[in-house]
């Protein structure tokens, strides 16, 4: 599948990806369970959110000078979301930006953050907070990777393919009521949307990208405030999809009993659908409007209108997200 971009495109390739002399960056799970893809001097860093910061992204910078890479190298991102999106980073500004592969070997990189050219880290104030637009060169997407995927992990995935199906796939919500038997095709499809919809709108300006944060505006809220430690981006966002789900409700947009449909859907595949803690609602609307989406402390959010469907909504109230998560 090629993929078209601002200054060019990319391959997707569905095929094993074997190694290669480029330097791999990788998390210490992945290079763990993948020693034979690691090339020969890979860079290793601590598994999860918490590399996705400044000081990681320094470190990353600086084993790449010891390595001798330079503007015409490119480097391997072999691993999750936050490998994707922390080697992504440090390829966008290397030397004013090098080329890099993407290699994702969780199901949640496989079916989104793989594609589409979004790189980043975070600051203590927020996800996500520092980033670029750097395309990969190529991606290839191999099913192999999931065989060692933590359930957990695996579960995380499922929660960014059921989005697909709230948003703009409703057959895909029917197939997913029984667990799915043919996983690779459910990737192809995921793929699909997402490519169609960074081609359409690639630099996130005409409301159609946005659409892909269901659920983020208030799971990126509830995965900072706990410090990224209580949830995993996939069960944040999808506690974050059954909230905006109820405000959706709130506001009229969406029919009753949608975030019913969600809880149970998710349910389905051991997801959580309740944000259980006593923090105070304040503090994460706080966190939301230095949401990138938010446009003068206005909160934005991509609401599902009806199963298959939905609609980027401005200015939410806060008196309605307030009640929504004081519930
Ligand atoms: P992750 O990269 O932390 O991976 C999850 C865990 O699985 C880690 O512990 C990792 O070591 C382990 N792991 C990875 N591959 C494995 C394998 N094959 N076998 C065994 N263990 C393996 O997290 P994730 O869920 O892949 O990604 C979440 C990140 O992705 C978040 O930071 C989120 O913001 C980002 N994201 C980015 C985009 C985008 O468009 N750029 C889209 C969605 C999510
Ligand atoms: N995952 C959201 C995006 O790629 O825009």
């Known amino acids: 599948m090629k993929i078209l ?37 890979p860079i290793v860093v601590p598994a999860g959110e918490k590399s996705k910061n400044l000081e990681t992204y320094a470190f990353v910078s600086q084993e790449l000078l010891k390595r001798g890479v330079t503007r015409k190298s490119r480097i391997i991102a072999l691993g999750g979301g936050v490998i994707g999106d922390l080697t992504g980073f440090v390829a966008a500004t290397y030397m004013r ?25 975070d600051l203590p104030e927020g996800k996500n907070l520092i980033g ?11 099913s192999r990777f999931l065989a ?48 169609m919809v960074v081609q359409e709108d690639e630099f996130e300006t005409l409301g159609i990208r ?9 799971g990126h809220a509830i995965e900072q405030i706990t410090h990224y430690e209580r949830y995993t981006h996939g069960e944040a966002i999808a506690i974050g999809m059954v909230l905006e789900a109820k405000i959706a409700e709130r506001l009229g947009i969406a029919p009753l009993g949608l975030s019913n449909q969600m809880t149970w859907l998710f349910e389905q595949y051991g997801l959580p659908t309740q944000y259980d803690s006593t923090t105070y609602s304040q503090d994460l609307i706080e966190i ?20 298959g469907s939905c609609k980027l909504v401005k200015d939410v109230p806060h008196n309605v997200i307030a009640e929504v998560l004081g519930e």
């Open 148 to 195: 060692t995927l933590p359930a957990r992990e695996y579960r995380c995935g499922m929660a960014e393919v059921i989005k697909y199906g709230w948003i703009m796939d409703e057959a895909l919500l029917s197939e997913l009521q029984e667990p799915p038997t043919d996983l690779s095709s459910i990737v192809q499809r995921c793929i699909k949307h997402k490519a």
């Open 5 to 41: 971009h601002s200054s060019g495109n990319y391959q997707i390739h569905f095929l094993p990806f074997t190694g290669s002399h480029d330097v791999v960056v990788t998390d210490e799970n992945v290079a763990g369970y993948y020693p034979d893809l690691l090339g020969e001097n």
């Open 288 to 307: 939301m409007r230095r949401d990138k989406k938010s446009e003068a402390s206005e909160i934005t959010m991509s609401l599902v209108t009806v199963p």
């Open 97 to 121: 930006g090098i080329s890099f592969v993407q290699v994702p070997t969780t199901l949640l990189a496989q079916v989104d953050s793989s594609v589409g050219g979004k790189v980043g880290i």
């Open 132 to 142: 670029a637009f750097h395309p990969p060169t190529e991606v290839f997407i191999d």
């Open 210 to 218: 946005a659409s892909l944060n269901f659920g983020h505006t208030v």
